[in-house]
């Protein structure tokens, strides 16, 4: 850990990173027309994933469209950095009525 030597503002920021790519993942799976868990709440940074486990197609849309997926397939995932606090709505384009949020949150 190298970086851990270094001082100040630049160490903080390498720090960061490092975590960005460590561990701050988290996953939804899409399982019987259900976003799981349907409300997730990560830092700044953490990687969502979402996987479809059914065998009919799910998208993650948002009314928006900040950010989205295509039509998911069985078992393909979407994955988004989330670096902005904030809550982000989202459901499914072919089932509407399939709702999702992430808030995010410093911890
Ligand atoms: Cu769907």
């Given amino acids: 850990m190298r970086i851990l030597k270094c001082g ?10 490092v975590v960005w790519a460590g561990g701050a993942e988290r996953v939804v799976d899409i399982s019987k027309f259900a976003f799981s868990p349907k409300e997730l709440t ?12 059914d065998e009919i197609p799910h ?12 039509a998911l397939d069985t078992d393909d995932h979407y994955e988004r ?3 902005k606090e904030g809550d ?3 459901f499914c ?7 999702g ?3 995010v949150r410093k911890p």
């Fill in 8 to 17: 100040g503002l630049l160490a903080a920021s390498l720090l960061a990173s």
């Fill in 42 to 53: 990560v830092a700044p940074g953490t990687r969502v994933t979402w996987v479809n486990h």
């Fill in 59 to 70: 998208t993650v849309s948002t009314r928006d469209k900040a950010f989205g997926s295509k």
């Fill in 81 to 83: 950095v989330f670096d």
């Fill in 88 to 90: 982000y709505a989202y």
């Fill in 93 to 99: 384009a072919v089932h509407p009525y399939m709702t």
């Fill in 101 to 103: 949020v992430v808030h």
